[in-house]
């Protein structure tokens, strides 16, 4: 875990319910939000709505240092919009 400010669980529910909320009113998506050290992916921090097996299988298989989207995010300094 990144820092134990993440560590809250009433507060990620709160966060997480609000996205879906607010992405619901544009259709059906699925969204991850994640804070990742950038010299070490392994240490992370996530929301997302997608089904929970789908992040067991992806971080069991460690695509966190292999996916084409976290290695943009990791050379740059900035959030970005993926669509």
Same mark, same amino acid.
């Given at each position: 875990?990144?820092?134990?400010? @993440? /560590? *809250?669980? &009433?507060?990620? =529910?709160?966060? &997480?319910?609000? $996205? +879906?909320?607010? $992405?619901? &009113?544009? #259709? /059906? @998506?699925?969204?991850? @939000?994640? !804070?990742?050290? &950038?010299? *070490?992916?392994?240490? =992370? @921090?996530? $929301?997302? *709505?997608?089904?929970?097996?789908? #992040?067991? !299988?992806?971080?069991?298989? #460690?695509?966190?240092? !292999?996916?084409?989207?976290?290695?943009?995010?990791?050379?740059?300094?900035? =959030?970005?919009? =993926? +669509?």
């Amino acid at each position: 875990m990144l820092h134990d400010d @993440f /560590d *809250n669980t &009433k507060i990620n =529910l709160e966060t &997480k319910t609000w $996205l +879906s909320q607010e $992405l619901q &009113k544009f #259709g /059906d @998506f699925r969204f991850t @939000f994640a !804070i990742m050290k &950038k010299n *070490n992916p392994s240490d =992370l @921090f996530v $929301l997302s *709505n997608y089904p929970d097996e789908w #992040g067991e !299988i992806y971080f069991a298989n #460690g695509y966190q240092y !292999i996916d084409p989207v976290g290695r943009i995010q990791v050379r740059s300094a900035t =959030l970005s919009r =993926l +669509s």
